[in-house]
């Protein structure tokens, strides 16, 4: 790769939701990671190497929307 090839990516926003709560001694959580599931280079590979420079894979994408449910228990209450 000569220094006039040149790679870019643009730039971008991701947002996530989280909503949780406590009752007593249950914690209950609901998120949204990627909220508008938002296409975006999650890494970078430095010097990558491929059989042509067509073939290399410089960006590497980052996971889509994530929706994930959770809860935490106490064993005294919050």
């Known amino acids: 790769?000569?220094?006039d090839d040149g790679a870019s990516a643009p730039g971008f926003a991701v947002f996530n939701l989280r909503l949780g709560g406590t009752t007593g001694r249950v914690s209950p959580v609901v998120a949204v990671q990627?909220?508008?599931n938002t296409k975006?280079?999650?890494s970078v590979a430095v010097n990558a190497a491929g059989a042509s420079?067509?073939?290399t894979k410089?960006?590497?994408p980052a996971?889509?929307?994530t929706v994930y449910?959770?809860?935490s228990l106490a064993?005294?209450?919050w």
């Open 53 to 55: 420079v067509a073939a």
């Open 58 to 60: 410089f960006y590497e």
């Open 1 to 3: 790769m000569s220094s």
């Open 75 to 77: 064993s005294t209450p």
């Open 63 to 65: 996971p889509r929307q």
């Open 34 to 36: 990627n909220l508008f």
């Open 69 to 71: 449910v959770g809860v």
């Open 40 to 42: 975006y280079v999650g």
